[in-house]
């Protein structure tokens, strides 16, 4: 049975999902939900799911990216993980971070990539006027949001789309493309999925 940490930020609504689908015959189980925000209200959800939680705030840490990974670490280590998942988390990880796990750390991200790595993708996806968008989950490398791709699902872009409207329809999206791709993975199968 692979241990899962999951890192988030803000509500979790990824995370959420990859719980509920970790159960039953699945070759994984949750050991950790942990976020760089005391505040991030996905840390209460896996609490009422029976998941250990940590929060390490990284405003603790101005300017020292290396001492918050440390703390950061802590919990990480002692639950553990095989499979680490970012999901919602929104702190760049230093190289020596993710090398620590390279290989082994998922990341779900709202666009196509390679198209559109960094922030306000769906903005970024209607000014230059695509017609398709979608998620990625791709493991994590030093390189930011390049890592190569497990899984990608589309949606269309529809006229009259706004950046909201458009992450809401990629959000339904994210939540049925993540947990396939870690069960998937979790099995040793990397084979990319295409939703
Ligand atoms: C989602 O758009 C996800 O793609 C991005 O963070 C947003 C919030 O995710 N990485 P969640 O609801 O916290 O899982």
Redesign the pocket.
């Known amino acids: 049975m692979k241990r899962v940490a999951i890192l ?10 990859l719980l509920q689908d970790m159960t039953g015959d699945h070759p994984a189980r949750p050991v950790l939900v942990a976020s760089n925000d005391p505040q ?1 209200g ?1 840390l209460a959800r896996a609490a009422d799911m029976g998941v250990p939680t940590a929060a390490i705030d990284h405003r603790a840490f101005p300017r020292d990216r290396a001492a918050f990974e440390q703390a950061l670490l802590e919990p990480i280590l002692q639950a553990e993980p095989d499979i680490i998942c ?5 702190r760049i990880l230093t190289p020596g971070f993710v090398q620590r796990f390279q290989g082994r750390m998922l ?4 666009s196509l990539l390679p198209k559109y790595p960094g922030l306000d993708t769906h903005a970024r996806a209607i000014a230059a006027g695509d017609t398709q968008a979608g ?1 990625t989950v791709h493991l994590v490398t030093p390189e930011l949001d390049a890592g190569p791709a497990l899984g990608q699902a589309r949606v269309p872009v529809l006229p009259g789309d706004d950046a909201a409207t458009l ?1 809401a329809r ?2 339904v999206q ?1 939540h049925r493309l993540y947990p396939a791709v870690l069960r998937r993975f979790a099995s040793g199968d990397r084979t990319p999925l295409v939703l």
Do not use: D, K, Q, T
């Open positions: 988030i930020s803000g509500g979790g609504s990824n995370m959420i999902r991030a996905g970012l999901a919602g988390f929104m990341n779900i991200h709202p998620c992450a990629v959000l994210e």
